[in-house]
């Protein structure tokens, strides 16, 4: 190896954070595992996105419902060196290099964090642009030295922007009660409905839990406004989400012992949770179930409740609000027929909120092209999605995810991105982007 | 003793007669040779050894030496069966495998084992007794099968090392088990004790240097990188997990033996070693 070709793009250290001596190495590089862990709820897919902000850890699913960033400032590393662009030797060529990795590669080597916790006393990533690698060294005891070289692959990371603090409701809770509002969820739970009033906070499982018996326990759970480090409800409202990002973040903010604060507003605009620390940052943006009159529920119908989505753009629904009534706290009752026990009480007509509030994103990629025709016509769905999508009257109300990027993709046949819609998400196509501060109004 | 009365025979008709205080100091080590179905045992009058192969690549054998019965007496020059050894190990746990606390242990609730072997086509006979309760198991023994011999000659080693075992637990669990192989480099320079592994997750390197506290010993003479089916070594990990040290040795055709040192709960020791043949030759990179 010849040292004039070794292009070290980005050298980062984790060592010890000098803002807090006390905190042992190890302890550092497990807070850097968690994270990792938290994004891998997300994702299979990590994006390592290093700017002078600091080093950025990205995620985002496929089916665009899920995002995860983690912001990790300068600070937070013993040293902390990146470049965004690399010269070849002589050529005066400017790669602009960014590190897909797969998350089955990188998160088996932050799996035993307690491992790394007892035994790493320094760690050092850095990534080889010649190889393609990241190359991830830890320094343990008994002067033993663990090399990972892990392979990525050159591509964009994608950046959302949301602005979370127009949200109308902010939440902020410490993940200590947090996890005992959650505890009596099971694994298997997909979804979870928050309902908020200015009174109390309602945890519950999802209406749309899939019927079968083994996962037939409806659990809700009240926390009080006492509860919560922060509390504003703005408009009462009932989303609904994925449980398993929630977990993520939620053990990720246990780690650090951060409350988490939770933004949204209403069904199907999406939420975030979100974690300030000194030394780092990270946000969790998920799409909510939009009310809308069709079956599915699950995520992977999340691309085709596009071409589900029915054209009318109409008027934001109030069902908020009465969603407390007549609930006895924390009772749970089997649930055979659950739809059944909604349809009266809920609105025929439901409409999604099509074109206010879902964030749009674009790729600077040929991704773009995964933009789905958002057509009234139903004829094109998959047999494998759900067949009543048709409005019957009476028809009980049941919800579907919005895919809060594409959200916004109109209800007409006009080509998406020709619609004068907020743009909430764009990729950083160039680094101007993150330098003039689209990453801040994140 | 109604299970007893059809016939007893004379104590002088067992070619093998052991007993042993505690099950587990025999357990715990057979234990660590399980990754197969079956075994074969050779009894001679310095003990047991157990022997265990896979793949005609791999072959583990456990040392009980006579010292750790109580009583043991072997007939013949040497008596050789094979055994069902997942059947042996059940019957040898059958009053529970888990460790007694000591304050229980002290007031004697070992399982006490006593083991017989009448010959070739004989059951072996297990009598298990624990705080008066006794079992008695009659597994059918099988035709001995030859076994491997790896014709690992001491003085063929090139290169040895003795590591305090908790160095290479870890390794050995965080094992990338989608790399097919585990390469081992062992050399006099840098970087002296090197475990790789090429799987999905990319390549990673684990390095001890020859300085290390856990290195008890590092002879080494020449580089070797040698390459060993991870599938092969894996099991052997149940030994390591059980063992204070390890010694690593490899001779000039590659072959690896891996000698584990075990204390038992009586602080005898027992030996367990694990040979494995070398993959294919690795290319020079």
């Not at chain 2, 004379?10 to 067992?14: I, L, S």
């Given at each position: 190896m010849k040292a004039h070709l070794l292009l070290f793009m980005r050298i980062i250290y984790i060592h010890r954070c000098p803002l807090n001596e006390v905190a042992p190495p190890g302890q550092v590089v497990e807070v850097f595992g968690k994270a990792i862990q938290a994004l891998s709820r997300v994702s299979d897919e990590l994006w390592l996105d290093p700017s002078e902000k600091g080093l950025a850890l990205r995620s985002v699913n496929s089916c665009r419902s899920a995002y995860g960033c983690v912001l990790f400032s300068p600070v937070f590393f013993q040293h902390y060196q990146w470049s965004a662009s690399v010269k070849m030797n002589d050529t005066d060529i400017i790669l602009n290099l960014n590190c897909r990795l797969g998350m089955k590669s990188i998160l088996p080597i932050f799996r035993c964090l307690n491992s790394l916790e007892k035994n790493v006393e320094k760690c050092k990533i850095f990534t080889r642009s010649d190889k393609c690698k990241v190359v991830i060294q830890f320094f343990c005891r008994h002067g033993i030295k663990k090399i990972h070289n892990v392979c990525f692959q050159g591509s964009r990371p994608l950046q959302v922007i949301f602005q979370k603090n127009m949200c109308a409701n902010t939440l902020v809770i410490q993940p200590r009660v947090l996890a005992e509002a959650i505890v009596l969820f099971t694994s298997s739970q997909e979804e979870v409905t928050l309902a908020v009033t200015p009174l109390k906070v309602c945890i519950k499982s999802s209406n749309e839990e899939s019927m079968d018996l083994t996962d037939s326990v409806y659990s809700e759970m009240f926390v009080g406004p006492d509860e919560f480090d922060f509390f504003q409800i703005g408009i009462d409202t009932e989303i609904t989400f994925c449980f398993k990002e929630l977990k993520g973040v939620l053990t990720f903010s246990e780690a650090i012992h951060a409350p988490i604060a939770i933004h949204f507003d209403f069904p199907g605009k999406p939420m975030a949770l979100s974690i300030d620390d000194m030394l780092l940052e990270a946000n969790f943006i998920l799409a909510t179930l939009a009310?809308?009159?069709?079956?599915a529920s699950s995520l992977q119908t999340l691309y085709l409740s596009q071409k589900q989505r029915r054209s009318e753009p109409i008027h934001s629904n109030s069902k908020a609000g009465k969603n407390i009534t007549s609930k006895v706290p924390e009772y749970i009752s089997r649930k055979v027929e659950p739809k059944r026990l909604y349809s009266n009480e809920t609105p025929t007509n439901i409409s999604t909120l099509e074109n206010c509030g879902s964030p749009l994103m674009k790729r600077a990629n040929k991704d773009i092209t995964e933009v789905p025709e958002s057509d009234g016509n139903l004829s094109e769905v998959p047999e494998s999605s759900v067949s009543d999508t048709e409005d019957v009257p009476g028809s009980p109300c049941l919800k579907k995810f919005s895919c809060m990027f594409f959200g916004a993709a109109s209800s007409d046949q006009q080509e998406p991105f020709s619609l004068p819609f907020q743009s909430l998400a764009t990729a950083s196509g160039s680094e101007e982007d993150m330098n003039n501060g689209s990453f801040s109004t994140f | 003793m109604p299970l007893l009365t059809q016939r007893i025979p004379?104590?002088?008709?067992?070619c093998l007669v052991a007993s042993l205080d505690n099950v587990r100091n025999l357990s715990t080590i057979l234990k660590a040779i399980h990754f197969r179905e079956h075994a074969t045992c050779f009894a001679t009058k310095n003990g047991i050894k157990v022997t265990v192969e896979n793949a005609k690549c791999v072959q583990a054998n456990a040392f009980i030496q006579a010292g750790i019965f109580q009583e043991f007496r072997v007939q013949e020059e040497s008596v050789t069966f094979r055994i069902n050894l997942t059947v042996l190990l059940d019957c040898l746990s059958i009053f529970g495998s888990s460790p007694v606390p000591v304050f229980v242990s002290i007031a004697g609730t070992f399982t006490a084992l006593r083991m017989c072997y009448q010959g070739y086509g004989y059951p072996l006979m297990l009598f298990l007794e624990e705080g008066g309760v006794v079992t008695v198991c009659k597994i059918n023994t099988q035709e001995p099968e030859e076994t491997l011999d790896f014709d690992f000659c001491s003085t063929n080693v090139i290169n040895k090392i003795i590591l305090q075992s908790e160095g290479l637990r870890e390794a050995f669990s965080e094992l990338d088990m989608t790399s097919e192989v585990l390469q081992i480099t062992m050399s006099p320079d840098k970087p002296y004790f090197r475990l790789s592994t090429f799987g999905n997750a990319g390549s990673s390197h684990l390095d001890y240097p020859k300085d290390s506290d856990l290195m008890e010993l590092f002879h080494c003479n020449e580089t070797q990188v040698n390459r060993y089916k991870i599938s092969l070594l894996k099991p052997s990990t149940k030994a390591l997990v059980l063992s204070c040290k390890v010694s690593i040795r490899t001779d000039n055709r590659g072959f690896l033996s891996l000698q584990y040192m075990i204390r038992n709960e009586d602080g005898q020791i027992c030996f367990v070693e694990y040979y494995c043949c070398p993959d294919e030759e690795v290319p020079d990179s």
């Open positions: 009310d809308e009159p069709s079956r | 004379d104590e002088n008709d067992y």
